[in-house]
T-cell receptor
Framework: DQQVKQNSPSLSVQEGRISILNCDYT??????FLWYKKYPAEGPTFLIS?????DKNEDGRFTVFLNKSAKHLSLHIVPSQPGDSAVYFC????????????FGSGTQLTVLP | DVKVTQSSRYLVKRTGEKVFLECVQD?????MFWYRQDPGLGLRLIYF???????EKGDIPEGYSVSREKKERFSLILESASTNQTSMYLC????????????FGSGTRLTVV
């Protein structure tokens, strides 16, 4: 049973528009969430994170929103650029754990020029 | 520049062979992980280690073992390779703080024929 779910395997967006990637989780003990980006033939790289004590965290073009009551988080990319085309994974860690992450299945984002 | 290095980018092995995947990190991280990435399934945790000579099973440990004799090195062993172990294997390491997340290697694409 997947505890972290990304229900959209793929997303296409026009360059300059907003990309919204979604992630749902089932374990209420998760209290720290991260987004990773992965290009083909490379390992995932850390993008942005959020603690459960916040509902928003922003870093440049990237913003992550957390809705704890809905057990839902989203990543917004504004404006989207062709170089953002990659697979995006959301991940979650348990309260008190500094170590183990549970990943979603990923969403392939394609930004069209 | 900090690094997680996986010894091979591509491997082709025969069914029944014993396969070693090596991972080395230069960040003095306590924690190391092995994941496999498959389409539609995301990243699944095989094994992880909190310290030298310590190992813990992840979500899908069957058919795998690990070795951590030195802090910087974490090896994944396929005791008798099977075709269903054809996958992308990703090694990662992390420090004690959650904010840093994981640093991943570039991955090893293993094909078992």
């Amino acid at each position: 049973d997947q505890q972290v779910k990304q229900n959209s395997p793929s997303l296409s967006v026009q360059e300059g528009r907003i990309s919204i990637l979604n992630c749902d989780y089932t374990n209420s003990m998760f209290d720290y969430f991260l987004w990773y980006k992965k290009y083909p033939a490379e390992g995932p790289t850390f993008l942005i994170s959020i603690s459960s004590i916040k509902d928003k965290n922003e870093d440049g073009r990237f913003t992550v929103f957390l809705n704890k009551s809905a057990k839902h988080l989203s990543l917004h990319i504004v404006p989207s650029q062709p170089g953002d085309s990659a697979v995006y994974f959301c991940a979650a860690s348990l309260s008190g754990s500094a170590r183990q992450l549970t990943f979603g299945s990923g969403t392939q984002l394609t930004v069209l020029p | 520049d900090v690094k997680v290095t996986q010894s091979s980018r591509y491997l082709v092995k025969r069914t029944g062979e014993k396969v070693f995947l090596e991972c080395v990190q230069d960040m003095d991280h306590e924690n190391m992980f092995w994941y496999r990435q498959d389409p539609g399934l995301g990243l699944r945790l095989i094994y992880f280690s909190y310290d030298v000579k310590m190992k813990e099973k992840g979500d899908i440990p069957e058919g795998y073992s690990v070795s951590r004799e030195k802090k910087e090195r974490f090896s994944l062993i396929l005791e008798s390779a099977s075709t269903n172990q054809t996958s992308m294997y990703l090694c990662a390491s992390s420090g004690s703080g959650r904010e840093s997340g994981y640093t991943f290697g570039s991955g090893t694409r293993l094909t078992v024929v």
